[in-house]
């Protein structure tokens, strides 16, 4: 993973081996940050058929007017509608802020009326995330019993 920007309410890295987008977002998440960041994955997007998109939303506490205004209106719509078609899969860290949740879910619902057929799913931590969006399946650990129990167990 590729740190390509980073400020204090945003960070933007990249995975070219896997073609993850990973944006963290801290904060509240000003206008200009979100601009350079979404114009940058549009650029770099338009190198591949298909991009994933992490987005740790953690430490978010939300977007600025100008932000949500411009996602909604100017990029989801025009500047940003070629990559959004490139997306298959977004997976979510979740912030525990239910105001940054809800105003992240109405941008989130904005680009997936753009494209249908992302898939999303939500996270606890990055490494299931980004092992989901790679496509790597993870087996669930299973605890052997021994057989000496039932030897010591009183019945």
Known sequence: MKTLF???????????????????????????SMQKIMRMATEIASDFKNVHWLVDRRALEGYSPECRIWIKNDFVQKDGKEM????????????ESPMATLSSNVLADAIKKVNPSIESKTFDYVQPASNWLAGIVVEPVVEKKSGLRKLFSKK
Do not use: P, R, Y
């Open 6 to 32: 980073e400020a204090e309410d945003a960070i933007f890295q990249f995975d070219e081996d896997n073609t993850t987008f990973q944006f963290g977002w801290k904060g509240t998440v000003g206008l200009v």
């Open 84 to 95: 959004l078609v490139k997306i298959d899969k977004i997976a979510v860290l979740e912030s």
